[in-house]
């Protein structure tokens, strides 16, 4: 895909980035949040990453469009954990399957390795099949999944804890 540019966040990415989060708040159990979210709402969210540290965010670019994110963030509050991240990965509707999911991991897993970061958890409403093969296909392995811990749209959603150790 030749006019796929996987780069770093940019401030002008936020009203994009908030568009396609809202979509999966407003539409999915695929995050818990239940209200879509302010670009002003999402500044901390992007503010949060850095170049270098454990907590990297990456921007898929088509077209001169941010078209999807793949970032770590913190997993629990508590200093112990801080070694172990929590990823995030969203894809602009309609442009899953294309291999783009697996450029931004790429780029992000390679950015992580000289960072000290022992352990990376994706937290996955199931079921979710394309999420659930990606992480698998960077390592990542069903630890356990907690049932019925998100209700959303009426129902109960259990939710895969899915690790991958450095
Ligand atoms: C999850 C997501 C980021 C994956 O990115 P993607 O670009 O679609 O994934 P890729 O095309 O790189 O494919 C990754 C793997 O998933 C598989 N996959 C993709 N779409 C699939 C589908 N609809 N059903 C089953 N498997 C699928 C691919 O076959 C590939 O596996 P392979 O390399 O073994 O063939 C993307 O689909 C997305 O944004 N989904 C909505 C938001 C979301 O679920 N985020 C994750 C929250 S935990």
Known sequence: MSNLLIRRPQQSDLRALTAIYNHYV??????????????????????????????????????????????????????????????SIYLKPGLSGQGIGRRLFETLFAALASEDVHSAIGVITLPNAPSVKLHEAFGFALAGTLRESGRKFGRLWDIGMYQKVF
């Open 26 to 87: 407003e539409t999915t159990a695929i995050t818990f949040d239940l209200e879509p979210k302010t670009p002003e709402q999402r500044q901390g969210w992007l503010e949060g990453f850095a170049p270098t540290g454990r907590h990297q965010c990456f921007v898929a670019e088509m077209d001169g469009e941010a078209i999807g994110w793949a970032s770590t963030g913190k997993f629990r509050e508590k200093a112990a954990y801080d070694s172990t991240v929590e990823t």
